[in-house]
């Protein structure tokens, strides 16, 4: 007769992590069969299992893993990765046991309450750590009061920078989370029982949230922040809206409905439906842009490295920029590389002659959307990289449609102007001669507004 004799292991969850409840349900259960494992399900919200958990970490000096957490004999495997990678390999090799037991759990009386800043990502994993062990904390250390703040709303982020400053947190440390600030203490890791002697140490002569001052104190930043982002951004959109492409087919349209004898009438209805499209569209796919700039930003590595390559690819455009410039300077506009390829440009001429032979307001408007998605090519040089910087800027991200909204507004301008001038009988001749007379310094000014966001984005977007 042969005996089997079973494994021991604890693992640490959260009921409210999915992740967590996938390995204990899914993954856990035909190993356990295979391999006899007797495993030990300990919730962390449970004050008793959160601190048996960090004194096994204190043990190896193997801290602040990602739940969920499973400790077998002398290891213990951090996340769901290395516990669906690591598992097995260690019951085939075999593993000796190791006797873990609750240890009698201590609460502790502050003479003084101790304020602490917490700043955290609620989609950040390590954040989610770090929240059980927060909670354990207040739990066992009475007058220790915690102040959480979700980096991505309000001024947040700004308010975080401004406490960092304050403490003196290095350049290459700050905005990151999760981060607990407790007085002139800053903490990225629940390492061993650093917290524990923070609180033991304040707890004498009490720490106050002096982060409330410094809130009334950065509102004045936060609105300077504001005003220059709107003019920025309103700058950004009317360069972007006196870019040539965009011109040359709204043009083109009105003189290609004139020659087919639509009545002044509809010609006002057309370019109003035509300009009310490209708002739109611009505005529509302003927004997307945001939410995957939004989603990078979340990820710290991701983000920084993102960053930084559209910084330099933003500083390669501000190259291209100036040299446009000195081309069109000497007259040779159609050289010009930032422009609309002439294969994108006849499919905006395509969809014009396609949609201008039907009625009014559907065909107009399809026009616009269509005319707009073929132009990004060329106008999205200027809009992605702004809307980068409205992103990675403290104080306007939160007020991340506002700025399309005035973005747009401002880039669907010169397109008014233009049309009102069709309108009236301004002749292509005309409209193109004064076109080509106004590339010289929007090409310039192009040139200083990509220096601007490409030295910005490179050095500061994160």
Request: positive net charge.
């Amino acid at each position: 007769m042969i005996f089997l004799l079973s494994i021991r292991a604890l693992f640490f969850y959260s009921p409210e992590c999915s992740v967590c409840v996938e390995i204990k349900e899914k993954f856990l259960p035909p190993v356990i069969k295979k391999y006899h494992l007797e495993v030990e399900y300990l919730p962390v919200d449970t004050p008793e299992n959160m601190q048996l958990l960090m004194e096994i970490e204190k043990k190896f000096q193997d801290y602040d893993n990602s739940l969920p957490v499973m400790v077998i004999g002398s290891h213990i495997l951090g996340n769901e990765r290395e516990i669906a990678q690591k598992l097995v390999p260690l019951l085939e090799r075999g593993v000796e046991e190791t006797e873990w037991r609750k240890g009698k759990r201590e609460r502790y009386v502050l003479e003084h309450e101790v304020h602490a800043a917490y700043f955290y990502n609620p989609r950040c994993a390590e954040c989610d750590r770090f929240e059980h062990g927060l909670r354990y904390y207040e739990r066992t250390y009475k007058g220790f009061r915690v102040h959480r703040y979700n980096l991505y709303e309000g001024d947040n982020m700004a308010l975080l920078e401004a406490i960092e400053d304050s403490i003196g947190v290095p350049e290459k440390e700050r905005l990151l989370v999760p981060v607990l600030i407790v007085d002139k203490f800053y903490l990225f890791e629940l390492k061993g029982d650093t917290l524990g002697k923070i609180l033991e140490f304040l707890g004498k002569k009490g720490a106050s949230p002096f982060w409330k001052r410094l809130e009334k104190g950065e509102e004045s930043i936060i609105e300077r922040f504001k005003t220059f982002g709107v003019l920025g951004v309103a700058f950004a959109g009317l360069l972007d809206g006196l870019n040539p492409c965009a011109f040359a087919t709204i043009i083109f349209l009105v003189t290609y409905l004139s020659i087919r004898g639509r009545r002044r009438e509809e010609l006002l209805s057309c370019g109003a439906f035509f300009i009310l499209a490209v708002f739109i569209t611009y505005f529509l796919i302003g927004v997307f842009l945001f939410r995957i700039i939004h989603f990078l930003s979340s990820m710290k590595i991701a983000s920084i490295i993102f960053y930084r390559i559209l910084g330099a690819g933003t500083l390669v455009l501000a190259a291209l920029s100036l040299r446009d410039f000195y081309l069109a300077k000497s007259g040779r506009v159609e050289d010009m590389v930032l422009k609309l390829p002439e294969a994108m440009r006849e499919k905006a001429k395509e969809s014009i002659r396609r949609y201008g032979k039907a009625g009014v307001i559907l065909p107009s408007f399809l026009m616009g959307f269509f005319v707009s998605l073929f132009e990004f090519s060329c106008t999205g040089q200027v809009y992605f990289p702004t809307i980068a910087y409205v992103s990675s800027t403290p104080g306007l991200r939160t007020r991340a449609i506002f700025f399309l909204l005035v973005y747009n507004l401002c880039f669907i301008l010169p397109l008014v102007f233009v049309f009102l001038l069709a309108y009236a009988g301004t002749t292509q001749e005309r409209m193109n001669s004064l076109l080509k007379r106004n590339v010289v310094p929007v090409k310039f000014l192009t040139f200083l507004l990509f220096l601007f966001f490409g030295i910005y984005l490179l050095f500061y977007g994160s």
